[in-house]
């Protein structure tokens, strides 16, 4: 093989590497990385979720603030310097069951029991105006 043609194969190799190979190796290559920095582990839809997942935590955040907030409010008045006696006695009503003089405790089984009877009488109630009713209505 002679010189010259050794110059056109390899002229020709260099032509085809720098206007064929080159170019689409840089498209692909680009491609690539542009899918990566749209969809990608750091692109911008992992910004997005971020940047959701942020403000939702944010609103947690503050949630969570605004109940301590009342905890402490809460706390203070039960304070021995700063004693809310409301607050006391509410607490050891429910609690403990404590009651005034002159109030009564109806558990709320018997409360259910009462108002089932009730209801019973009163239908037997309503049933026995509806027949002196019509009774009166056929006379």
């Known amino acids: 093989m002679s010189r010259e043609s050794e ?14 190979v080159l170019p ?24 997005e979720r971020l940047a959701s997942v942020s403000l939702a935590k944010a609103a947690d955040v503050a949630a969570l603030d605004a ?3 009342a905890l402490e409010a809460r706390a203070d008045r039960l304070a021995s310097g700063t004693l809310d006696e409301d607050l006391l006695e509410e607490r ?13 405790r109806i558990p709320a089984d018997e409360l259910d029991a009462l108002a089932a009877s009730q209801l019973a009488s009163s239908r037997e109630l309503t049933n026995l105006i509806a027949v002196a009713l019509l009774e009166n209505a056929g006379a």
Not at 7 to 20: R, W
Request: net charge positive; charged share 15%; hydrophobic share 45%.
């Open 92 to 104: 050891v009503r429910a609690n403990l069951g404590h009651m005034r003089p002159g109030e009564y």
């Open 7 to 20: 110059l056109f194969i390899m002229l020709t190799i260099k032509t085809f590497f720098f206007s064929s």
């Open 24 to 47: 689409a190796a840089l498209c692909v290559t680009g491609g690539y990385q542009l899918l990566m920095g749209l969809n990608g582990p750091e692109g911008r839809a992992e910004a």
């Open 67 to 69: 109940q301590r907030l």
